[in-house]
Every structure is written in structure tokens, then in C-alpha cells.
């Protein structure tokens, strides 16, 4: 099974609740934490592990071959992102634009445009004494999560079978990068906040899972500040509402020393096991011996 934890916005707390879920679940479960935030990726700040395996992540752009170009346009007219244009007697290649199609390569008449490798990540293998954790972090400079994401999805998927229970620390936002970590997901958890600003966002997440037809639930942190908009808004939407993280100066503590919450805060723990039992529910549908937690 899958499972994506995402947010409308950032500072919400998903990286909190990826790993103390993670590891929570790591107890009775064979798991996998992926961190999909590749621009600011920091699950890794929170577990104690070792480096397995790493790996740098190209993707493919196009390299301007000048004598053997005929200038025909072609290329220009096929980029639909403008990564590749012409001016006068030449052609400049944007490789931050390029979403690595191929199609101005393959419709290239003298294949004047030769697809190249260039760096824009790397990817990272740790195993911690519970679980296995992997990290992907873009390059500085690069424009593109997505390809990155989707090469490190490939990466878990084609490591780890439906025997493992896979879940994705996701981008915040709505944009695509949090698209891509969210597409194949079997579950999504809406991670968020009782404040304005946290109904507004994650009214924007909610309406994007809605549009990729995904299952969701919404998980309240720092739950006792703010108002009960969210609650509110979430029984009237028959949105599920899987656990209420409590507003604590001893979670934040703990937090500010990159420490695990649930062994040392027993109302972090029981908020977990809510999720974990509601997890387990849907997991008969994905994985064959699925053992539910029992404390």
C-alpha cells in the first residue's frame, strides 16, 4: 500500500508525521519513508540511519549540434514549453524549460539536436533500525522536481514490493510536483492546521485529491489553537478526520532537537495509533497479511 502525506501549504507538519508514522508503523510492519520534498528534503534530520546506497539522477535535454542544422524550425515549433528556441542563425537550447520529451531530438531532420545527460539530483539510501528510508534532493539551480520524483518513485518501486508499506513525505502545495507524489498513491493524508490559513489550503489540497479521484483523510496538528473551522467544514464534507495532534510546547521541543515524538509524548502516540488502525482497515484491500497494531 501506498500512502502520501501531504499538505495546501508548508509548516503544516508533514515531515513530523511521516516519521514518527513511519517508525511507528515500523514496529509491526515492513516499511519504506521515501522524502518526495526534493527541494528542501529533511525527514533525514529526524531518524538516526545509515548510508546504504547513493546514486546521482540525470535527466535528458537537447544539445545544439550548429553544423548540422538547417535552421528549418522545426524544433521551435514542437517545444511547447519554449525550451528550445531560434533567433536569427541560431538555436538556444533553456535547459531549465526542457521537460525532456524528445520531441524536438526526434523530429530533428539531421539530427541536429542530440539528447544529453545532465545532472539535477541525487538520490540517497539509508537504512535505519527500523526501516528503510530514502531521500532525493535537487540540484541547486535546477527548476524541476517532477522528474526527479518520478525517477526516485521508479526507484521504490522497483526495490520494494507490495509486501512493504510505502509512504511518501510529498511537496506542500498543490502544484506538480505534489501531483506526481500523489498520483499512484493508494491513500493520501491531508496534514493541516485550525487557523484561517490552514482551512483555506487545505480546502485547495482537498479539491485537488477530489480531482485526481483519490482517497484522502485529514490529519489536525496543533490541534486546541485557532477555531473548529476545520472540523466543521470537514463533518459537513463527510471528510474523514483521522487523528488531532495536540498543540504542545513539548512537541516543539522535542522537534527543535530533531528528536521522534510518539515514545516520549503518550498523546502523540494515540493519535498515531488512530491513524495506524484506520490504515490497517484499508490495507486488506492492498496487502495480503496485514497485522494491525495493538498497544
Known sequence: MKIAIASGKGGTGKTTLSTNLASYLAETNKVVLTDLDVEEPNSGLFLKSELIY???????????????????????????YHAVIQIMDSIMVFPE?????????????????????????????????????????????EEQAVPLIKQTLKYIDSNYGNDYLKIYD?????????????????????????????????????ETMQELHKDFGIVINRY???????????????????????????IAILY??????????????????KIAQYISAL????????IPKNN
Not at 524536438?104 to 539531421?110: A, G, H, I, K
Not at 490495507?283 to 496485514?290: D, R, V
Request: proline share 8%; charged share 20%; net charge negative.
Open 97 to 141: 524549460l526542457c521537460h525532456s520529451c524528445y520531441a524536438c531530438s526526434e523530429l530533428c531532420p539531421t539530427n541536429a539536436l542530440p539528447m544529453i545527460p545532465k545532472k539535477m539530483g541525487e538520490l540517497k539510501h539509508y537504512k535505519t533500525e527500523q526501516f528503510h528510508f530514502v531521500e532525493a534532493r535537487l540540484s541547486i539551480g
Open 283 to 290: 490495507s486488506a484491500n492492498y496487502l495480503p497479511t496485514q
Open 170 to 206: 510529498s511537496p506542500p502545495g498543490t502544484s506538480c510536483p505534489v501531483i506526481e507524489a500523489t498520483k499512484e498513491a493508494d491513500f493520501v493524508i491531508l496534514i493541516t492546521e485550525p487557523t484561517p490559513f490552514g482551512l483555506n489550503d487545505v480546502i485547495l489540497a482537498i
Open 256 to 273: 527543535s532537537k530533531g528528536e521522534l515524538l510518539y515514545n516520549s509524548i503518550p498523546a502523540v502516540k494515540a493519535e498515531l495509533e
Open 54 to 80: 547513493s546514486e546521482d539522477k540525470y535527466k535528458m535535454i537537447p544539445q545544439w549540434k550548429e553544423s548540422d542544422c538547417t535552421l528549418c524550425g522545426i524544433c521551435q515549433e514542437a517545444c511547447n
Open 224 to 250: 486546541g489553537i485557532g477555531n473548529n473551522d476545520i472540523v466543521n467544514y470537514c463533518h459537513n464534507n463527510n471528510i474523514p478526520i483521522l487523528a488531532k495532534i495536540p498543540n504542545d510546547k513539548e
